[in-house]
Each structure stands twice: as structure tokens, then as C-alpha cells.
């Protein structure tokens, strides 16, 4: 079956740190693939997403680049603030008919940007 | 536009009563997805459902847990006789016609104790 594998947190930066989460997947076919933030106490929200090969999603500074041959989908910015704090979901959705695209997550990776 | 509404945000259950967990999709959306987070872990998949038709549930428990989506009023989650390994955010989720991309709502917290 589908999974999704993500690098095990927590992670610590400083402000202003550069920062990769892992993602990698397992599935048939060509699944679409997203990042969630989940902030304390609230619901999931989206961050990006890509759809095909070398697809690259953005937002907010945040960056991932759907990678077929290695079967990925890693998380990046440039430069994190405190703001940044948060947990973050790697997830896939592939089409499984009648309009049903139900995810797969990760784990989530715990994220803590000190000042 | 209003986002994805659940209430409510909070529940606190004793084992064995019933717990009914609300979502109303944004404006637009018929397709609604519920999932579960369990402490620590990452959200599982329980039921996708349109409009008075369970789509998918090849998620949900066997026993004890139900869901419809009527045409009218709100997506309802329903657990019965709730034990303790029940206790978890429960999420739900929604999509327009044909879309893929899911919105999801502030979850309720389900705490059975």
C-alpha cells in the first residue's frame, strides 16, 4: 500500500537557519504530493503541493521539488523564524476512483525555531 | 468564505457513551474526508463521503464508528460506546467536485475518560 516516510523530529534551528524535512513515498502510479503545517491546537493547513515530476511547490518562503526517481519530496526554506514553529506533514493522494483522493501522511516532523 | 467548521472543539466523553462530532465543509465543497490523529502520530484515513453516500470507509473501525453526510445540515461522526483508545483529534476535511486538493477543519479533541 501507499506510505509515506519523513524525517523523524524533533528539530531545533536558530532564526534565520536553513531548513530540510525529508520526505520520501511509496506508491503505485502518480500520486500528487503535499506539506501540511499544523500550528499548536489548530487544524492542518496547506503549505504546498506538487502534482507531477519535477513539479516544484512554494509558499511562504517554503520550497519541495517532486522527485520520481528517487521518490521524493523534501521540504526547504532559506531561512526560518520563530514564526516557523510548528509541525509539518508530508503527504501523497493518489486517484482511487469515484473522486476519492484520501491522503497518506507521515509522521510529522516537529519543528522549534529559537530566537 | 467561511473555512471548514467542526464542532465541537472539545469533547469529553465517559466509556461507553456516545460521541457525535460535526463538520460543515466550506461553501462549494461536497466531498467531505474524516481522519484520525492519534498522540504522536500522523493523520489515518477513516471515510470519504458526497452527499448521503458513504464513498469510501475501508478506514473506519468495524464497530462502534459511523458517519453520514445528509443533503442537508452538517457531516456527522458518530462513535459508539466509546473506549479509551478512542481518545484523539479527529479531523475532517473537505473538497470540491472533482477537486483534489483538501481543506481541512480545526478538529474536535475526543478525550474518553
Known amino acids: 500500500g501507499d506510505s509515506v516516510t519523513q524525517m523523524e523530529g524533533p528539530v531545533t534551528l536558530s532564526e534565520e537557519a536553513f531548513l530540510t524535512i525529508n520526505c520520501t513515498y511509496t506508491?503505485?502510479?502518480?500520486?500528487?504530493l503535499f506539506w501540511y503545517v499544523q500550528y499548536p491546537g489548530e487544524g492542518l493547513q496547506l503549505l504546498l503541493k506538487?502534482?507531477?515530476?519535477?513539479d516544484k511547490g512554494s509558499n511562504k518562503g517554503f520550497e519541495a521539488t517532486y522527485r520520481k526517481e528517487t521518490t521524493s519530496f523534501h521540504l526547504e526554506k532559506g531561512s526560518v523564524q520563530v514564526s516557523d514553529s510548528a509541525v509539518y506533514f508530508c503527504?501523497?493522494?493518489?486517484?482511487?476512483?469515484?473522486?476519492?483522493?484520501?491522503?497518506?501522511f507521515g509522521k510529522g516532523t516537529l519543528l522549534t525555531v529559537n530566537p | 468564505n467561511a473555512g471548514v467548521m467542526q464542532n465541537p472543539r472539545h469533547l469529553v466523553r465517559r466509556r461507553g457513551q456516545e460521541a457525535r462530532l460535526r463538520c460543515s465543509p466550506m461553501?462549494?465543497?461536497?466531498?467531505v474526508y474524516w481522519y484520525r490523529q492519534l498522540p504522536e502520530e500522523g493523520l489515518k484515513f477513516m471515510v470519504y463521503?458526497?452527499?448521503?453516500?458513504?464513498?469510501?470507509e475501508s478506514g473506519m473501525p468495524k464497530e462502534r464508528f459511523s458517519a453520514e453526510f445528509p443533503k442537508e445540515g452538517p457531516s456527522i461522526l458518530r462513535i459508539q460506546q466509546v473506549v479509551r483508545g478512542d481518545s484523539a483529534a479527529y479531523f475532517c476535511?473537505?473538497?470540491?467536485?472533482?477537486?483534489?486538493?483538501?481543506?481541512f477543519g480545526p478538529g474536535t479533541r475526543l478525550l474518553v475518560l
Open positions: 476535511a473537505s473538497s470540491p467536485p472533482l477537486g483534489e486538493t483538501q481543506y
Open positions: 506508491a503505485t502510479g502518480y500520486p500528487s
Open positions: 463521503l458526497q452527499k448521503e453516500n458513504i464513498i469510501d
Open positions: 503527504a501523497l493522494s493518489r486517484y482511487s476512483g469515484g473522486s476519492n483522493y484520501k491522503l497518506t
Open positions: 461553501k462549494g465543497h461536497s466531498h
Open positions: 506538487a502534482t507531477k515530476a519535477d
